[in-house]
Structure formats: structure tokens, C-alpha cells
């Protein structure tokens, strides 16, 4: 007699046999080995030695940094600001800046890193969706991926808080007001997660330890799980062949596997150190300590938050009320849906499309972009409405520099977010069966190469030539 099994059950079941999934034939992880790289697998790289970069300055400034919202009297330095009640927080800031040897490079390296980092794991999101790295069996990888980004983000933002500038008192009223904006419980949470009246003297503390612990404990869990399913289930491969500097690239590092994976990382490294020394972020200094009520004119998150504030700016100011409580849809569907189901469709897009698609069957080798139009039209799609998202974070700077009308601008991209995915995912997708369409012709007929002849009969006709066939490139993104 068969039992039967929960939903969790049957998940769980699920997860294991993706995890259980075969591993890559011996004859392929043979080749894998000797060609594991393409060039965009250095996306991935780049995160894990931009991770090592923060873990080795936030160490730094942890010494120095002080997590407490406690009203003292600054009285470094800093001239313009000696004598003005600041919290030990903003105060411990300063000091690090401008009194401790070499603080200043820490904390700016430590910001790029931070930027690098999430730039990565992006821009290898994007390369494993575009080339379907994320089918069977390297489901759970692309998993790890989508919350590496997350994880990175919300590392980002509680970063950013925790200096108690200007900056970080408009990160925490976004907060607080994506916070109040839940239907029904949303005051009481606000008031247990700042630990009672906003700002509170709660949330900086509370942060700090979610900085510098739990989140960076998480990021090494999963880079430490991913690691592991690549040794089970090796890296997919391109089937198309690398020009010569991609191939002279991946000779070199299959002589010298490792001497290439220390150089990057020391390249990685004095790129950020270089960038921390000559491009000046985050200057606390000039953005002043936070005052509630006070908001610093042109000072805005990190770049990957640009696309929440976008979405905030260009919605519409509704607000109901439901059984006697407010309904802040002006809030709650930019700052929390939107963010919400676009993630939940990233992470959830490798089972929709063998839900959909219909393919069940194990991939060790790499699409190119052009030879799954759909997927490719998908992605340009949602490319797309992360972008016009972003760019209406600024819609104030467009209407100014270009003397239009911010009412005008604001339109624009409430109107462009809808039909913008649908013009890219169209264009993008008869781009992609065009090129698909003409390889066929070429290796039908050959390519036209130009040059015409007279035939006996007095006839003209085109010269083709046989295209060349295609070789396999190594290994890529897994």
C-alpha cells in the first residue's frame, strides 16, 4: 500500500533528484577538464575574487567601526563638521576616513568591490540564461545564482545604512515606507524590525551584524555548494568555434590552469585597488549626518537599486482604503510586487520552461543566443524593463538636462515599460530566426563571396564557398 506524500515531501524528492541528477560522461569531463574555460566564465570568477576583496577590507573596518546610533560630539579632523552632534556610527566613519592610516582606500575599495560584485553575478545570470546553462542538470546552479544576486543586493543596502549619513537615512525611509505599505501588519513590523519609533536606535546594530555575519556567512554556504555541484556535474561547452584570441587565451590556461586563475585574481584586485584610489564613492563628508526629516539632493543607492526607485517615481499615487486601512498601492506594488514577482519569475524560469517547453532531457553543451529564439526574445524582454526601469530612476536629470517637461518624461515611462519588453521581445526574436535562417541557406548553397564569372553560354553567376564547419569551442559558464 502506497503512501502518500506531502507537497514538501514531494519537493524535497524533487531537489534531491536534481542533486542526484548523472554526472557529466567521463569522456566529456575529460575534455571539460582540459578546455574549461570561454571567456564569459570569467563573470563568474570575477564575483568569487570580488567577494574575497570585501571579506579582507570589511575585516579591516570592522576594527574601526563603531554600530552604535549614540549621540556624541564629532571633534576629528574633518573641520567643517567638528562641534556637530553625530552618531558614533557617522563619527567612527569619519575617523576611519580621515585619522586611520589607509582607512579611506579600505572603505572606497570596499564600495567598488561591493559594486564589482553584484555586476558579476548579473552579467552571469545573464550569460547563463542566454546560452541555457541553467538546464538540466544544472538547475540548483542557477538557484545559487539568482541568490547570490539577492543576497548581494540586500548586502549592498545594509552596507549603505550603517555609515547613519544622509545616504543611508534615504534607504532607511524607503524601508520604513515599503515596510508600512504591507496591508495590516505592516506598522507593527516596521516597529519590530526598527525596534519601535523610526529611525530608532535598533536598526543600525541590527544591520551591522546581518552585514557582517549572516549575509557574508550565506554568500560562502552557496559558493561552497556551487563548487561542489560543478565537481559533480562539470561545465557545459560552446559547439561553435573561438576566434584566435579566445583561443590563444584558452591555451594558455589549460598549460597553466592555476598561474591564470592567481593572475586574475591579482588583476581583480589592483583594478579595484586602482579604482578605490582615483574614482572618489560614497564621500560621507559631504552628505552630512542624518536628520530625520532631511534628505541630501543627488544622493542616490548603488546601481542596482536604481531600477526600485524607477519603478517608485514613475507609479501613479494610489491609495484606497480596505475594511478601515490604507492600501498604498503607490508604494507596495513598485517596492514590493514588482521586485517581488520579477525575482520569483528569474528564479522560477528554468522550471516554467520545462513546464512549458517540454524539454526534460540533460544538457552538457551550450546554446548560442541565436538557435533559441524564444529565450533569447524572453531575456531581451526583460533586459528591456530592467533598463527603462532604471533610467526612469533619473527621470528628474532627463527632464532638466534636456529641458522637457518631468510630467512629460514621467508618461513616457509609465508607457514604455509596458510596450518597450514587447517591441524588444518581437525585434529580438525575428533577429534571431533571420540569422538562423540564413546559416541554413549557407550551408545549403555556401556563402556569396562577391565575385561573379561568365560561364560558356555567356552566363553570370556568383562564386559560393563551402562555410566552414563548426568545432568545439571549451568549456563555459556552468
Not at 545559487?144 to 548581494?152: K, P, R
Not at 549619513?165 to 505599505?181: A, C, E, K, N, R
Not at 526629516?293 to 517608485?312: C, K, N, Q, R
Request: with cysteine.
Amino acid at each position: 500500500m502506497h503512501k502518500h506524500k506531502t507537497p514538501g515531501q514531494r519537493a524535497l524528492n524533487g531537489l534531491k533528484t536534481r542533486m542526484r541528477t548523472p554526472a557529466a560522461p567521463a569522456s566529456s569531463r575529460r575534455a571539460q577538464a582540459k578546455a574549461r574555460d570561454h571567456w564569459s566564465f570569467l563573470f563568474g570568477e570575477i564575483a568569487v575574487y570580488a567577494f574575497v576583496v570585501l571579506l579582507v577590507t570589511g575585516a579591516f573596518l570592522t576594527v574601526f567601526f563603531e554600530p552604535s546610533t549614540k549621540v556624541v560630539t564629532y571633534d576629528g579632523s574633518y573641520a567643517p563638521l567638528r562641534g556637530v552632534q553625530v552618531s558614533e556610527a557617522y563619527a567612527s566613519t569619519l575617523d576611519l576616513s580621515f585619522e586611520v592610516r589607509g582607512g579611506l582606500l579600505m572603505r572606497q575599495v570596499h564600495h567598488w568591490a561591493a559594486l564589482v560584485f553584484i555586476a558579476a553575478i548579473t552579467l552571469q545570470l545573464l550569460r547563463m540564461f542566454f546560452t541555457g546553462a541553467y538546464r538540466r542538470p544544472r538547475g540548483p546552479n542557477w538557484l545559487i545564482w539568482v541568490s547570490l544576486l539577492v543576497l548581494g543586493m540586500a548586502a549592498g543596502v545594509t552596507g549603505t545604512i550603517l555609515p547613519d549619513d544622509m545616504l543611508s537615512g534615504g534607504s532607511l525611509g524607503l524601508i520604513q515606507g515599503v515596510t508600512q505599505s504591507i496591508p495590516v501588519f505592516g506598522t507593527d513590523l516596521m516597529g519590530l524590525l526598527f525596534g519601535g519609533e523610526f529611525p530608532g536606535d535598533d536598526i543600525i546594530p541590527r544591520f551591522y551584524w546581518l552585514h557582517v555575519l549572516a549575509l557574508p556567512a550565506a554568500v560562502i554556504g552557496l559558493f561552497a555548494l556551487r563548487r561542489r555541484l560543478v565537481q559533480r556535474h562539470g561545465h557545459t561547452r560552446f559547439q561553435a568555434p573561438a576566434p584566435s584570441g579566445l583561443a590563444t587565451f584558452q591555451t594558455a590556461r589549460m598549460a597553466a590552469p592555476r598561474a591564470i586563475s592567481v593572475a586574475m585574481f591579482l588583476a581583480t584586485c589592483g583594478i579595484l585597488t586602482l579604482l578605490g584610489t582615483v574614482a572618489q564613492i560614497n564621500p560621507i563628508w559631504q552628505f552630512g549626518p542624518y536628520k530625520p526629516g532631511d534628505i541630501t539632493a543627488g544622493a542616490v543607492p548603488g546601481w542596482y537599486m536604481g531600477f526600485l526607485d524607477g519603478a517608485v517615481r514613475i507609479m501613479p499615487g494610489w491609495e484606497f482604503e480596505v475594511a478601515g486601512h490604507p492600501l498604498t498601492l503607490a508604494v507596495l506594488v513598485p517596492a514590493l510586487i514588482v521586485p517581488g514577482a520579477f525575482f520569483t519569475v528569474l528564479a522560477a524560469y528554468p522550471a516554467l520552461e520545462r513546464r512549458f517547453g517540454g524539454d526534460n532531457d540533460v544538457h552538457h553543451f551550450l546554446d548560442r543566443p541565436r538557435d533559441s529564439a524564444t529565450r533569447t526574445a524572453v531575456g531581451a524582454a526583460g533586459i528591456t524593463f530592467y533598463g527603462l526601469l532604471w533610467a526612469a530612476a533619473a527621470n528628474d536629470q532627463i527632464a532638466y538636462n534636456f529641458h522637457l517637461s518631468l510630467f512629460a518624461v514621467t508618461w513616457f515611462f509609465r508607457i514604455a515599460v509596458f510596450l518597450g519588453p514587447l517591441l524588444a521581445f518581437a525585434l529580438t526574436q525575428r533577429i534571431c530566426l533571420f540569422l538562423t535562417s540564413r546559416e541554413r541557406q549557407e550551408a545549403e548553397h555556401g556563402r556569396e563571396t562577391g565575385r561573379i564569372v561568365m560561364n560558356a553560354d555567356g552566363g553570370f553567376s556568383e562564386i559560393h564557398e563551402p562555410v566552414r564547419e563548426l568545432t568545439a569551442l571549451g568549456a563555459g559558464s556552468d
